[in-house]
């Protein structure tokens, strides 16, 4: 995650989390999942150094907090692998190592707070989430799209970093961008679900409708909820793009670029890219999604052919962009020389030439 903002989330933890010791010290315990992997965003030689960067701040902004981070590695997952088949420590071994395996145990009458910070892909968030709950404990992630984080029944103690769809934060985004250019009729088009099957951008597109139609004055709002990731025919699209233009012409679009580029070009097909009819993005139509679809094939995107609908497209962003350059952080960034250094030394990996550090991998999802 961005390094102040794991910083800025600790010390809030440790500012609410009731009284301390008599000698003015709080402890806290940070455990993290972690594979050792290289391929995949939240692989340890990414993630640590950044993690390791964090610790420090926090310890050197906040003196009195006793903090302790222990990286649970499971060394039997493979090293080569993609996001959906990595198999990160599981919610099993992770509760072994906090029930079994912990070296330093909270001390009778001591006030000690356990936070659980995820990294990377993986389904052992629920299962983390059963035994990480309690006045003392806290899970963090800094997922995006992820239904749990409207579930307070079952996660009651999920916290994510991260600007998230369903922070009224973001959503008011769209309705600022509304009522700049008056606009009082938009449709707001969402893949249904999402191509991780967590329900995240339709729960996002729901979100952002919900703003909308309460907006004063009145924006008359229309939702339209559609399947475009698996195969789909022109006359799919077209029917789509019929019953929005006889509705509005303004578009906001809840999807990643998979099904974003296969609208978007067919309504250029149909001259509806030329002026009259605007698209507010949420995601790039060049950067294919990096979650569970395979990121290697980018010709199913057809970003050539995407490329030339940008100029009828705004883009909504998640506020972090000035400091990457697509996915990767840009080279002037003051901690990409160090966590490369630091990556050499404490997990013998050096990046490739032809590799930068990965602005997600300093992001625990």
């Not at 440790?14 to 806290?28: E, H, K, N, S």
């Not at 009522?179 to 951008?201: A, D, H, I, K």
């Not at 980018?298 to 000035?322: N, T």
Request: some cysteine; aromatic content about 10%; glycine content about 8%.
């Amino acid at each position: 995650m961005p390094l102040v903002r794991l910083v800025t989330v600790i010390g809030v933890v440790a500012f609410q989390c009731g009284p301390v010791q008599a000698d003015g010290t709080l402890d806290i315990e940070i455990i993290s999942p972690f594979s050792m992997s290289t391929e995949i965003k939240g692989g340890l030689p990414s993630c640590g150094p950044a993690f390791e960067t964090a610790l420090e701040e926090v310890k050197h902004d906040y003196p009195s907090l006793n903090l302790s981070q222990t990286f649970v590695i499971d060394n039997s997952s493979p090293i080569e692998v993609d996001c959906t088949r990595l198999a990160l420590p599981s919610d099993s071994q992770v509760a072994e190592y906090f029930y079994t395996k912990r070296r330093q145990r909270p001390i009778e009458g001591r006030n000690c707070w356990t936070l659980f910070i995820l990294s990377g892909c993986g389904n052992s968030l629920p299962g983390i989430q059963q035994f990480g709950n309690g006045l003392n404990k806290v899970v963090l992630s800094s997922g995006i799209s992820s239904e749990y984080l409207t579930d307070k029944s079952q996660f009651p103690t999920l916290l994510t970093t991260a600007v998230s769809p369903f922070f009224m934060s973001y959503n008011n985004a769209f309705l600022k961008l509304a009522q700049l250019y008056n606009w009082t009729t938009v449709t707001v088009l969402t893949e249904r679900g999402g191509p991780n099957s967590n329900g995240g951008f339709e729960s996002q597109g729901r979100a952002i409708f919900d703003v909308l139609s309460k907006a004063s004055p009145r924006i008359q709002t229309y939702f339209m909820l559609v399947s475009l990731t698996g195969p789909v025919t022109e006359d799919v699209l077209n029917a789509i793009l019929d019953q929005f233009t006889a509705s509005s012409r303004i578009m906001i679009l809840s999807a990643d670029s998979l099904p974003t580029n296969k609208l978007l070009i067919q309504a250029g097909a149909r001259g509806m890219t030329k002026g009259s009819y605007v698209y507010v993005l949420q995601a790039p139509i060049n950067m294919p999604f990096d979650g569970s679809r395979l990121r290697n094939i980018s010709d199913e995107y057809h970003f050539e052919k995407a490329r030339k609908i940008y100029p009828s497209c705004l883009m909504v962003g998640m506020g972090g962009e000035r400091e990457f350059v697509g996915h990767e952080m840009r080279p002037s960034h003051p901690f990409v020389n160090i966590w490369k250094e630091m990556s050499k030394k404490m997990y013998n990996y050096t990046y490739p030439l032809n590799k930068q550090v990965n602005g997600l991998n300093i992001i625990p999802r």
